[in-house]
Every structure is written in C-alpha cells, then in structure tokens.
C-alpha cells in the first residue's frame, strides 16, 4: 500500500489548480532559479564532472545488476558490527517492524531525520495509530509538519513557503508540539532557524529512539551514510538509545572506495556546496559512543518490480539530489504536491508509476507531466535518461505490456482512456508502411493545406491542441520537390 | 512454513536480474576514469586551499605553531565568552595551559547530554581535513573523543597539524579511514538551505566552527 489513493486527482487536473496560485509560483520560480545557479557553479569546479557522473552510474548499475549478493553481504557486515537486519517486502511490513521495535523499548515518542523511505511508507500516519508520537527534525519538514502540510520537494520538502509564511506556521503552531516560537519572531532565516534550535533541543535530549533513512549503505563494510546540513541528523543518530533505519534495497554501494564518487556528486547536485556541513557513517553499534541497538530495515516496496523493467531500472541508481526538480519547467510551475506522491518532479514521474504500477489515474498520468526537454538527464548526478524512462512508460500505458507486479510477471492491458491516441497511432504506422496510401495523404493534405484549422475538432484532438498550434504544412511535399528538382534547377536563372 | 520477506525479495530480485549473467561482481571492473586530486599542488598550497574552503563556509580559521598554540586556544575562549569546556581524554593537558578562569571537564563517557548542553565549547583535534571541499573529518579516536562532545556544546575548537593531517581530495581522505568507527565530517558550522533554497548558517549543531591550523616548520 502505498501513500498514492484512489481519490487522488491527476497530475493535470492537480495542475490546473497549482499553476493558478501565484504565490506558489513565485516561491517556486525564486527558490528554483538560485539553487540552478548555484548547482552549475559547484559542478564547474569539477574538470571531471562528467568521469565522476559515468563512474556515479556504473557503480549503481553493477551494485543493481547483482543486488542479491551486495544485499547479503550487506547484512552479514551490519549484523557482524552489532546490527539487526529486518527486510520489508512492502510499506505496511516496514511500518509494522518499526511499530513493533519501538513498543519493545517501552516509548510513545521518536524523533526523526528526513527520509523519503518513511514519506514512501507513511510511516508517521502509521505511528500516529500506534500511539506514538514522531517529531520531524529536519527545519523543512517540521515546517511542514507543524502546518499538517504535505512535503512537496526531496531536499527542501517546504520549498513552496517563502519566509513569512514560516515564520506565521511558527507563531501559530509551534506551541501546540512544545516549546512555542519567541513572540518577536521576525522572518529573517536565521532567526526562523534560531526558533527551531531552540524548539527541537529538549527533544533531542529527552527522546531514547531516532529513525532515519541513510544516503548510502556499503556492503562490505556495512556502514550506513547519511549526509545532511542543519546537525538534526547528527543529533538523531548520536543522542538515542536506540537507532532504527529504513532504507530502500536501492541504496547499497558494494565499497567504502565508492563514496569517494558520491560524496562529490551528491552535495554539489542536491544543496550546490562542495561538501554539505555534516556527514555521518557508522558500521552497527560502538560501544560507549552513540546508540546502543541498531536495526536496520530494508525495504522493498515495488523496488524489485522496478528492477524487473530494463529500461525503467535505472530510476533505481537514483541518489535524492532533487536536481532535476529544480532544472524541470513543468515542476517550476505545477509545484511539488501536484505529483501527489512523495517523490515529485521527473525522478518521481518514472519512480512512482514503477514502485506502484499505473493502475491509479494519477499514477497513469504522472509519465505525461513532462515537456521531454532532458534538462533533468542533463543534470542527473548519476545520468538516469528520464525522457526515455518517461517515453517506455507512456507507451506501457498506452498500449499495454508485460510488467512485474508484487514479484509476478504479468501483462497489462491498455488503457481505456487513450484510445484516439492509439487509433491515431495504429492509422499512421499502416499509412507509413503502404507508400502509395502515404503518397495519397500526403497530395491531399498539401493540396487542402488553406483549408486546415488552427484547431482541431473533437474531445480528445481538441484538448490536444489547445495549448498546442498544429504545425503549418508546407505548399508541396519533400517527395515532390525531389522529383521535380531538375526540372525546378533549370527553370531557376543562373 | 511461510516465506519470509527476506527470501521473497531477494527470490524477486534474482527473478528481476534473470536478463543479467550470474557471476561474482568485482567492484573493480568499475571504470573510474576521473581525477584522484584534481590540481598538483606543495603542502602549503594544499593548507591554503583547506583555510579558504574553510573560512568559504564560515568557519573561523586561525594560524599558529605548537609553542604558541596554548596562547591561541585561551584567547578564542576568552573572545566566545566560554564559562566550561569540555576535553576529551587524549587532548594533551598543555594545551590548555594558557587558560585560565574556565571550567574544563575532563570527558570519561560519564557527561550526559544535559551537561554537555550547560557546557559552551568542545576542544579537540580530528583525523585528517580534505583541503578540496574544506572537510574536517573525526574518527572518534581519543584526542577527539565520543560524538556527542563535538555535537552538543555551540562552539567547537578543532585543531588541525599541517601538512600532515592535510590531503588534497576525497579520493584521497577514503584511505585513511577505518568505517568500523563513527566517522563525523564536518564543512563549515550548522547550517540549512531549507528556507528559499539559501544557506544561512547555526541550527543544530556547534554554531561557532574555529579552525586552528598548527604550522610547525614556518620560515
């Protein structure tokens, strides 16, 4: 089960709501463009960008392709250094784990590091039901948790509230989850982040359990990697008693070695900064320093499915760097919670249809929420080819396929709503493949060529282009003035 | 007996990868064709590169050799206003020994969070900086000391020996680090992007960064 429902709208109709609300497009256009700005910047310095970027996707590539084995050897390092290893084939066997691991300390509250892998699960809402409390520690997503709002970017999950909007969320909500924010908050950054110091430390010394997700996990040393700014993490993964991690199957690396690639990719793709301003990395439980049990939950999730796909598998070296979220012009103006799903922009419109299928009319639109310019492939840190993920997805939608769904190979059926497009379709290959039927079309529609409207008639062709012009054809086509080039040659003077 | 998650996703996995060849990877056929440093620089090129990236992020960097280091640690005490610090056990006494009028606590394991939240400033030294990306990187080991001395106290003093302790790149940092100990690195003090994507530094961790880079064969 997944955090996607049913009732959810589609992207387009999500959409034509957002891209009305020029607040949000403000917030978004302003905070896109500087961390663009930045991020070419900070890859620049780089001479080997592009070595560190071939090398970025061969490293995931070969870990994906022999995921089995780095998986294995993966738990027999963390249970070695003094870890447990529990594995979760979907979001409520991940939930339930860690319900269940926390009611053994005996606790009612946790607090946690930013991690899309529990967005992913909802494992918050799952808590919630247990009776426990989790606190986000992250600035971003308490923001977003104070508001009872949803994230709507991978690094920045607040990124649609500009300051003042912050500091108004603080005012009015801080004091309903402890120490309220100073009645003289303005809304300068630092004194917003000052408010959140002071908010977080009391549950950063009083809470006995932490969650997180990790960056990164190297099987053959078993260490877990998590990269962050504020110290949040630090504070979660250093203070508790008890640590619980929940990471996609994903995110292993076979070697220490590998970090040397990532840990200059990463911070200069996701915040633009050499390095970000704290690194964590630690191989099961230290005795005397940090938590004293350690359990590490692997999470599937629809992460082998994906891997089933040979051209959608590799969404799965992804590496949450959210740069092409901030490269995308469809993400710039439709905003984060218009993918409705906790991975939004182009990684989330390839990740999410494949993690959870396209049976849902959101999921289905999701690989449409795209203008294929590639700026994201341009981008991508690890050179995942998101146009051609979104294309193979588009056409499994429309025309059907076989997929892998929960671990069986099955085939689905096209989908009902694009019928016009595939009739449309299936017309022109017979047309391209009969040259006289194509000669014949292509003489009527230059001869009739004053006649064509700008627009074209009927439900699906009309909503096709009414945000596009059909492009004007030509007064003869190419076959023609080939034929007759000589002809046209010795009529032109010389 | 029921299947448990574990063997049904790693038999999904082997299914998903029935496309792909079932040998024993070796990570070493990886092609790594990018650069292990990526300028050729002297020792004090490299230190100079490690202060600028430091101080680029807001850490405060100072200079000074071992004879005058004692000196330097009393007057950054006394210019952040620190009542107490802490030390961890292998930081060498003389370090200390222009200081006078502060509180040290002398770390064991036994301060709990709340003591160190009371206490102003952490003193230590680290494993080794990375001039490249202005990374200071702990390792827990005894002139550093447990995670939580360097994490709760808002301002940290962080000694580093050049050029020993200095290297030019990741590439090259990797190495020179054991992942079976908790490993801290740290660029720059707290900070966060999560306000209109713009850094803006101080919110969990240490608020102060000061940088103490000790030259010993200084002409």
Not at chain 1, 61 to 66: A, I
Not at chain 1, 113 to 140: H, R
Not at chain 1, 309 to 322: K, M, P
Not at chain 2, 195 to 202: C, F, S
């Given at each position: 089960?997944?955090?996607?429902h049913l009732?959810?709208?589609?992207?387009?109709q999500?959409?034509?709501?957002?891209?009305?609300?020029?607040?949000?497009?403000?917030n978004?256009?302003?905070?896109?463009?500087?961390?663009?700005?930045?991020?070419?910047?900070?890859?620049?310095?780089l001479?080997?960008?592009p070595?560190?970027?071939?090398?970025g996707?061969?490293?995931?590539?070969?870990?994906?392709?022999h995921l089995?084995?780095?998986?294995?050897?993966?738990?027999?390092?963390?249970?070695?250094?003094?870890?447990?290893v529990?594995?979760?084939?979907?979001?409520?066997?991940?939930?339930?784990?860690?319900?269940d691991?926390?009611h053994?300390?005996?606790?009612?509250e946790?607090?946690k590091?930013k991690?899309?892998?529990?967005?992913?699960?909802?494992?918050?809402?799952?808590?919630?039901?247990a009776?426990?409390?989790?606190?986000?520690?992250?600035?971003?997503?308490?923001?977003?948790q104070?508001?009872n709002?949803r994230?709507?970017?991978?690094?920045?999950p607040?990124?649609?509230?500009?300051?003042?909007?912050?500091?108004?969320?603080?005012?009015?909500?801080?004091?309903?989850?402890?120490?309220?924010?100073?009645?003289?908050l303005?809304?300068?950054?630092a004194?917003l982040?000052?408010?959140?110091r002071?908010?977080?430390?009391?549950k950063?010394?009083?809470?006995k359990?932490?969650?997180?997700?990790?960056?990164?996990?190297?099987?053959?040393?078993?260490?877990?990697?998590?990269?962050?700014?504020?110290?949040?993490?630090?504070?979660?993964?250093?203070?508790?008693d008890?640590?619980?991690t929940?990471?996609?199957?994903?995110k292993?690396i076979?070697?220490?070695?590998?970090?040397?690639?990532f840990?200059q990719?990463?911070?200069?793709?996701?915040?633009?900064?050499?390095?970000?301003?704290?690194?964590?990395?630690?191989?099961g439980?230290?005795?005397?320093?940090?938590?004293?049990?350690?359990?590490?939950?692997?999470?599937d999730?629809?992460?082998?499915d994906t891997l089933?796909?040979t051209t959608?598998?590799?969404?799965?070296?992804?590496?949450r760097?959210?740069?092409?979220?901030?490269v995308?012009?469809?993400?710039?103006?439709?905003?984060?919670?218009?993918?409705g799903?906790?991975?939004?922009?182009?990684?989330?419109?390839?990740l999410?249809?494949?993690?959870?299928g396209?049976?849902?009319?959101?999921?289905a639109?999701?690989?449409?929420?795209?203008?294929?310019?590639?700026?994201?492939?341009?981008?991508?840190?690890v050179a995942?080819n998101?146009?051609?993920?979104?294309?193979?997805l588009r056409e499994?939608?429309?025309?059907?396929?076989?997929?892998?769904?929960?671990?069986?190979?099955?085939?689905?059926?096209?989908?009902?709503?694009?019928t016009?497009?595939?009739?449309?379709?299936?017309?022109?290959?017979?047309?391209?493949?009969?040259?006289?039927a194509?000669?014949?079309?292509?003489r009527?529609?230059?001869?009739?060529?004053a006649?064509?409207p700008?627009?074209l008639?009927?439900?699906t062709?009309r909503?096709?282009?009414?945000?596009?012009?059909?492009?004007?054809?030509?007064?003869?086509?190419?076959?023609d003035?080939w034929?007759?080039?000589?002809?046209d040659a010795?009529?032109?003077?010389? | 007996m029921t299947?448990?998650?574990?063997?049904?996703?790693l038999r999904?996995?082997?299914?998903?990868?029935?496309?792909?060849?079932g040998?024993?990877?070796?990570?070493?056929?990886?092609?790594r064709?990018y650069?292990?440093?990526?300028?050729?620089?002297?020792?004090e090129?490299?230190?100079?590169?490690?202060?600028?990236?430091?101080?680029?992020?807001?850490?405060?960097?100072?200079?000074?050799d071992?004879?005058?280091?004692?000196?330097?640690?009393?007057?950054?005490?006394?210019?952040?206003g620190?009542r107490?610090?802490?030390?961890p056990?292998g930081v060498?006494?003389?370090w200390l020994?222009?200081?006078?009028?502060?509180?040290?606590?002398?770390d064991?394991?036994?301060?709990?969070?709340?003591?160190?939240?009371?206490?102003?400033?952490?003193?230590?030294g680290c494993?080794?900086?990375?001039?490249?990306?202005?990374?200071?990187v702990?390792?827990?080991s005894?002139d550093q000391?447990?995670?939580?001395?360097?994490?709760?106290?808002d301002h940290?003093?962080?000694?580093?020996?050049?050029?020993?302790q200095?290297?030019?790149?990741?590439p090259?940092?990797?190495?020179?680090?054991?992942?079976?100990?908790?490993?801290?690195?740290?660029?720059g003090?707290?900070?966060?992007s999560?306000?209109?994507?713009?850094?803006?530094?101080?919110?969990?961790?240490?608020?102060?960064?000061?940088?103490?880079?000790?030259?010993d064969?200084?002409d």
């Amino acid at each position: 089960m997944s955090r996607t429902h049913l009732g959810l709208p589609t992207f387009p109709q999500a959409a034509r709501l957002s891209t009305r609300d020029e607040q949000l497009r403000a917030n978004l256009r302003h905070a896109t463009s500087t961390i663009r700005t930045k991020r070419a910047t900070a890859t620049s310095e780089l001479s080997d960008w592009p070595q560190l970027r071939a090398a970025g996707a061969a490293i995931k590539d070969h870990t994906l392709h022999h995921l089995d084995h780095y998986l294995e050897q993966l738990e027999t390092a963390v249970t070695t250094a003094g870890g447990t290893v529990h594995w979760a084939i979907d979001a409520d066997d991940a939930n339930r784990i860690i319900t269940d691991l926390i009611h053994a300390t005996g606790e009612s509250e946790v607090v946690k590091v930013k991690s899309m892998a529990t967005q992913e699960t909802g494992l918050n809402e799952a808590l919630t039901q247990a009776g426990i409390t989790a606190y986000e520690t992250d600035l971003a997503e308490l923001i977003v948790q104070l508001d009872n709002d949803r994230p709507s970017h991978i690094l920045v999950p607040a990124i649609h509230k500009n300051r003042t909007q912050i500091r108004d969320i603080f005012h009015t909500r801080m004091g309903a989850w402890g120490r309220p924010a100073p009645d003289d908050l303005t809304d300068t950054p630092a004194d917003l982040a000052e408010a959140a110091r002071l908010h977080l430390r009391e549950k950063f010394l009083r809470t006995k359990v932490a969650i997180s997700g990790a960056n990164f996990m190297i099987a053959e040393t078993g260490t877990m990697v998590v990269l962050e700014s504020e110290g949040n993490g630090r504070m979660c993964l250093t203070l508790p008693d008890t640590l619980i991690t929940l990471v996609g199957i994903e995110k292993t690396i076979p070697t220490w070695r590998d970090l040397e690639v990532f840990l200059q990719t990463l911070p200069r793709s996701s915040t633009a900064e050499r390095m970000n301003p704290y690194t964590t990395t630690w191989t099961g439980t230290t005795l005397g320093d940090g938590p004293q049990t350690f359990h590490l939950v692997l999470l599937d999730n629809g992460r082998t499915d994906t891997l089933a796909d040979t051209t959608g598998r590799q969404a799965l070296r992804c590496i949450r760097c959210s740069a092409c979220l901030n490269v995308c012009p469809v993400y710039e103006r439709a905003g984060g919670h218009a993918y409705g799903t906790p991975y939004p922009g182009p990684i989330g419109a390839i990740l999410t249809p494949q993690l959870h299928g396209t049976t849902t009319p959101l999921n289905a639109s999701l690989p449409y929420a795209s203008t294929l310019c590639g700026a994201c492939y341009d981008v991508c840190p690890v050179a995942i080819n998101i146009p051609e993920v979104l294309v193979h997805l588009r056409e499994r939608i429309t025309q059907g396929g076989p997929t892998t769904t929960n671990g069986t190979k099955t085939t689905i059926k096209p989908a009902k709503r694009h019928t016009t497009e595939r009739t449309t379709m299936r017309t022109a290959a017979w047309t391209l493949n009969h040259p006289a039927a194509w000669t014949a079309t292509q003489r009527l529609t230059t001869r009739t060529r004053a006649l064509h409207p700008r627009r074209l008639p009927g439900k699906t062709a009309r909503a096709w282009t009414a945000t596009r012009d059909l492009p004007p054809v030509p007064a003869r086509t190419f076959r023609d003035w080939w034929q007759h080039r000589d002809a046209d040659a010795k009529d032109t003077p010389q | 007996m029921t299947t448990t998650s574990r063997d049904e996703i790693l038999r999904r996995v082997r299914q998903a990868l029935g496309d792909q060849p079932g040998t024993t990877p070796d990570p070493t056929t990886i092609p790594r064709t990018y650069q292990t440093t990526h300028a050729t620089r002297t020792p004090e090129q490299r230190t100079h590169l490690l202060a600028d990236n430091l101080t680029d992020y807001r850490a405060h960097v100072h200079h000074t050799d071992t004879t005058a280091l004692p000196t330097t640690i009393a007057r950054l005490l006394t210019d952040h206003g620190t009542r107490s610090a802490v030390i961890p056990p292998g930081v060498p006494t003389d370090w200390l020994s222009a200081t006078t009028g502060i509180h040290i606590h002398h770390d064991h394991g036994e301060l709990t969070a709340h003591q160190l939240d009371t206490i102003d400033t952490v003193i230590t030294g680290c494993a080794l900086a990375i001039a490249e990306t202005g990374t200071i990187v702990l390792d827990t080991s005894p002139d550093q000391g447990r995670r939580i001395l360097t994490l709760v106290p808002d301002h940290h003093i962080c000694i580093i020996n050049t050029p020993t302790q200095v290297v030019d790149s990741l590439p090259q940092a990797l190495p020179h680090l054991d992942p079976t100990h908790p490993l801290t690195w740290i660029s720059g003090p707290s900070a966060t992007s999560d306000i209109e994507l713009d850094r803006v530094e101080g919110v969990h961790g240490p608020r102060t960064l000061d940088v103490i880079l000790i030259h010993d064969n200084r002409d």
